[in-house]
């Protein structure tokens, strides 16, 4: 079974710092990797994936995440955080098989920028 | 705006009754998503469709059904309904079988 663990509740930092929400995943298989944004009473966003490729892929708003396969992780970064940016980030996996629809989301990590 | 459309923004209904919720998906998408976000589950992953057949099942009750119509749109039916079903249903969309999803505004299910 896959699975996907968030291991932060919540993330704070100043505006400004760089940011790093965790995120790691257990698949069989190859993953495809993603990561959403929620803001409040709002429902999810796209911001990146990974499916091949670069282990360094660039989404919205100036994040960026780090697939590495021997972690089996996938950290959303940011090297400059905006107060904008505090919003629920969930990640979430799914992979190329028989049941490839079946996407599992972590349980959500809520980032906090303050001023 | 993501482009999948839901009807109704909101819905509040009595326990034991039946309610159908509606997902347009964005142009162009076959795949449409259901899932359940509560407090104390976080997001739940339903079932998925893809033009029109089920693709994937994930903890969908028995007491939930859903279906994707030719034209691509697709209804969640929740019957015999429990206070404990209160939470937000989103759907989303996605061009193929995989691949990043978009959801919709939700629809704020309150049983009372």
């Known amino acids: 079974a896959q699975s996907v663990a968030q291991p932060e509740d919540q993330v704070n930092v100043a505006e400004g710092n760089p940011l790093t929400v965790k995120c790691t995943y257990s698949v069989s298989g190859n993953p495809y990797l993603f990561w959403y944004v929620q803001y409040p009473n709002r429902g999810l966003q796209f911001l990146l994936k990974y499916i091949t490729g670069d282990n360094l892929v660039k989404g919205s708003y100036g994040f960026e995440a780090e697939f590495n396969k021997s972690q089996t992780s996938f950290h959303l970064k940011k090297p400059s955080a905006l107060v904008s940016d505090s919003a629920l980030y969930f990640c979430a996996v799914s992979t190329a098989n028989t049941n490839a629809g079946k996407s599992t989301f972590g349980d959500g990590t809520t980032l906090t920028v303050k001023p | 705006d993501s482009g999948v459309t839901q009807t109704p923004k909101h819905l509040i209904t009595a326990t034991g009754q039946r309610v159908t919720l509606r997902c347009s998906p964005r142009s162009g998408d076959l795949s449409v998503y259901w899932y359940q976000q509560s407090l104390d589950q976080g997001l739940q992953f339903l079932i998925q469709?893809?033009?029109?057949?089920?693709?994937a099942k994930g903890n969908i009750l028995e007491r939930f059904s859903a279906q994707q119509f030719p034209d691509l749109h697709s209804e969640l039916n929740l019957s015999s309904l429990e206070l404990g079903d209160s939470a937000l249903y989103f759907c989303a969309s996605s061009v193929g079988p995989v691949g990043e999803q978009y959801f919709g505004p939700g629809t704020r299910l309150t049983v009372t």
């Open positions: 469709y893809y033009n029109g057949e089920e693709r």
